[in-house]
């Protein structure tokens, strides 16, 4: 056990490390969720009201897609100089890298929502009108819901001969968690109807599916 | 094992024809509805092979993963005997909800086990892979036509298309990652398809009961389920769709096998090639 908290931890310093001295995903990302939030702010141009049904939506579309530019950057990290094929023969176990990949992912979208959310809420007027600390546990799970199958999928899309495939795996997989945070978020902001069986439902497929990729990541690491 | 194919298929064909005759003239006309209500003959038997054929390919994807190990093949044989004892004794232990039959929910649970256990008998590893790709594949055309044939009934009977009704939903989630799963299957390169897609399988099983679930709060305007839920029919509609099913089984079965036959070949055909091509490589060096 110890040897795999070491692991993950050493990896997930060096992933940031690396982000820290590059920004390449971060950037990448930032820039992709702003464009999303003008152009949806410029084309819809929502009152306070409106903007509160459509927020939940919106908000999520834009980090789901940010989340897939630093997804796709992953595991494409460990190719060059055939580092992922170092790691593969050394005794390490597969899943210290899979959780130190998801945790980085993690970290780093974690980061984009919090530099996001201020710009959300000033471009859609945005006052929540139920309980707003809610909005925090929503957001953990609901990006730990995307970065763990991402990860996992940008793995098995590493072996495929196009990358694109990991979104079109990604998305099918994600529905009931996409619907549980687009639904707990409206609900959230509305505060009509309580987001308590979404975020129960989210903690659910948040579990379920840290099982299963923590269960078949090595199967899908040493696939030949 | 020559003649057996003909056969079926004569068979098959007779007994589609019959249920198609069955659907169209002897059923009874349905009193609200009127003959719009005769496309249930499809619809329905066309979903319960769909969700038999996915539940197939998890089944043999399990399988496949597990097989790589014999530790894990004798856990997930014990973990399979361990579901279908607690299904059987659950049924009759757990109050279900109203509806539910308590002999249906034993009978799923055997059902389960016998046909993993019936797959791990019959098919090799490799088989194991060719059934859950042949499966995926005749699933989704089988789902294709629930998702069709869904539309067409409910236009004139609810006077919409389409719906984000729980059962609406799931059958399109599903048909969407069996879709994402044949896409898998046909961008990835030969030697690590197998185990990614059955990794995918395991995903897609595991997101069918949260989609069902996520949906489930919303009010649902899908007719209950006629057999085993709280909805009656007519013992003569129930003959019908009965051998409809049989002919829609049979029929998927018969194309289930011979895809699996031409798969075969298929494999046999590109390893003698790379064989050829090895020993070229040889005699020229």
């Known amino acids: 056990m110890s040897l795999l908290s070491s692991i993950t931890l050493v990896t997930v310093q060096k992933d940031i490390r690396l982000e820290w001295r590059s920004k390449d995903v971060l950037n990448a990302m930032l820039f992709f969720a702003l464009l999303v939030v003008v152009v949806f702010s410029f084309s819809f141009d929502p009152d306070a009201e409106e903007s509160r049904q459509i927020a939940g939506g919106l908000v999520w579309v834009a980090f789901l897609f940010a989340a897939v530019v630093a997804l796709n950057q992953t595991w494409a990290r460990e190719l060059r100089n055939q580092v992922l094929d170092a790691y593969r023969i050394s005794p390490a176990p597969a899943n210290a890298l899979f959780l130190a990949k998801a945790v980085g992912n993690f970290l780093f979208v974690s980061v984009l929502e919090a530099l996001m959310t201020p710009l959300f809420i000033v471009f859609y007027k945005l006052r929540a009108l139920g309980p707003g600390w809610q909005l925090i546990p929503i957001a953990l799970l609901g990006t730990w819901a995307l970065v763990v199958n991402g990860t996992f999928f940008a793995a098995m899309s590493l072996r495929t001969r196009s990358r694109e495939i990991m979104l079109l795996l990604l998305f099918p997989i994600s529905i009931p968690a996409l619907l549980a945070m687009v639904n707990a978020t409206t609900a959230v902001l509305v505060g009509e109807a309580s987001a308590k069986f979404w975020i129960v439902l989210l903690g659910t497929y948040d579990v379920v599916f840290t099982i299963a990729c923590l269960f078949l990541f090595e199967t899908v690491l040493h696939a030949e | ?285």
Request: net charge neutral; hydrophobic share 55%; aromatic share 12%.
């Open chain 2, 1 to 285: 094992m020559k003649r057996v194919f003909p056969i079926l298929a004569i068979l098959t064909a007779l007994l589609l024809s019959y249920g198609l005759y069955l659907a169209l003239v002897v059923a009874p006309t349905e009193q609200t509805m009127g003959d719009v209500q005769r496309i249930f003959y499809y619809h329905v038997p066309s979903a319960w092979t769909a969700f038999l054929l996915f539940s197939l390919n998890f089944l043999a994807s399990i399988q496949y993963l597990v097989r790589r190990n014999p530790f894990s093949d004798r856990l997930a044989s014990v973990v399979v005997i361990a579901i279908a004892v607690l299904t059987c004794i659950g049924a009759y232990v757990v109050t279900l909800p109203e509806g539910v039959e308590k002999s249906a929910v034993a009978t799923t649970g055997i059902g389960i086990a016998l046909l993993y256990f019936g797959i791990r008998k019959f098919f090799s590893e490799q088989g194991t892979d060719i059934l859950a790709l042949v499966t995926a594949e005749v699933g989704v055309v089988f789902c294709t036509v629930v998702l069709v044939t869904g539309p067409l009934w409910a236009r004139p009977v609810w006077g919409i298309w389409w719906t984000w009704d729980i059962r609406l939903t799931s059958t399109l989630v599903l048909w969407l990652i069996y879709l994402s799963y044949l896409m898998l299957r046909r961008f990835s390169d030969s030697g690590q398809t197998p185990v990614l897609a059955a990794a995918l399988a395991v995903f897609g099983a595991l997101d069918v009961p949260l989609v069902y679930f996520s949906i489930w709060i919303f009010r649902t305007q899908h007719p209950q389920p006629v057999i085993g839920g709280g909805g009656s029919i007519d013992p003569r509609m129930l003959h019908v769709l009965l051998i409809n099913w049989l002919a829609f089984l049979s029929f998927a079965g018969l194309v289930c096998w011979s895809r699996y036959r031409l798969e075969v070949l298929q494999r046999e055909v590109e390893e003698a090639q790379a064989l050829d091509s090895l020993a070229d490589a040889r005699g020229t060096r």
